[in-house]
């Protein structure tokens, strides 16, 4: 269980940090799955598989009722596959994307939600399903069609200290030299450093939300 929902340190944080740090060699997998039909994928991938490594999958609550988090029948059969990134739900011309913000989880949602009602169009919403291993090459592969990006973010609920954020950020830079996006670097949205994993107030909580979403889109925080 990995929620950040407001209700305390207790019921937020599944420690992905320590998850990721344990990651080495393809010991293990780590993922932060946000659609059903990934997460069926995820599933019946680690059974057919030849071999079996250690699956890790965070998985909050509020999406389990969410009605964005939703898959056609048609993203479970035929061709279809797990995801280890997944694409904006807007369509957005590539070369068109001025702002790219990676994250990982239901975070996603909120991003998405309010990237469209501020009307941005040349902001992307990627999100990286599978953490660990990262997949460096895929990500690459976008980047370069972005030939018109000028600015890169990482945005994560958990606090700075927390979360996937040391894990990808030299992982993200590597995949932007190798996509021709040479000293550009990621730049992190998200609640700053705590001792705590969360906050138990629900004001506090709420526009701490409020304000990492408005960063990773590069609003001004209300």
């Not at 068109?96 to 309010?114: F, H, I, N, P, W």
Request: charged share 25%; hydrophobic share 35%; with cysteine.
């Amino acid at each position: 269980p990995h929620g950040y929902e407001g209700q305390g340190p207790e019921h937020s944080s599944a420690r992905l940090e320590r998850f990721l740090q344990l990651c080495a060699n393809d010991n293990i997998q780590v993922c932060n799955i946000t659609s059903p039909a990934n997460y069926f994928h995820v599933l019946r991938r680690q059974m057919l598989r030849p071999f079996r490594k250690p699956l890790i999958i965070m998985t909050p609550k509020s999406l389990l009722r969410h009605p964005a988090a939703r898959s056609e029948a048609s993203e479970f059969i035929e061709q279809s596959h797990f995801k280890r990134l997944l694409s904006d739900r807007k369509a957005i011309a590539d070369d068109k994307v001025r702002r790219l913000v990676l994250c990982s989880g239901k975070v996603a949602l909120d991003l998405m939600e309010k990237r469209d009602a501020e009307g941005l169009d040349d902001v992307s919403i990627v999100r990286v399903e599978q953490l660990y291993p990262f997949p460096g090459e895929p990500l690459k592969v976008r980047l370069e069609r972005m030939t018109g990006l000028k600015e890169v973010v990482w945005c994560q609920e958990e606090p700075r200290n927390n979360g996937a954020w040391f894990f990808v950020e030299s992982r993200i830079e590597e995949a932007l030299a190798k996509a021709g996006h040479q000293g550009m670097r990621p730049s992190y949205a998200g609640r700053d450093e705590s001792a705590s994993t969360a906050t138990g107030f629900a004001r506090r909580h709420q526009q701490q939300q409020e304000a990492l979403v408005a960063t990773a889109l590069g609003l001004s925080a209300k």
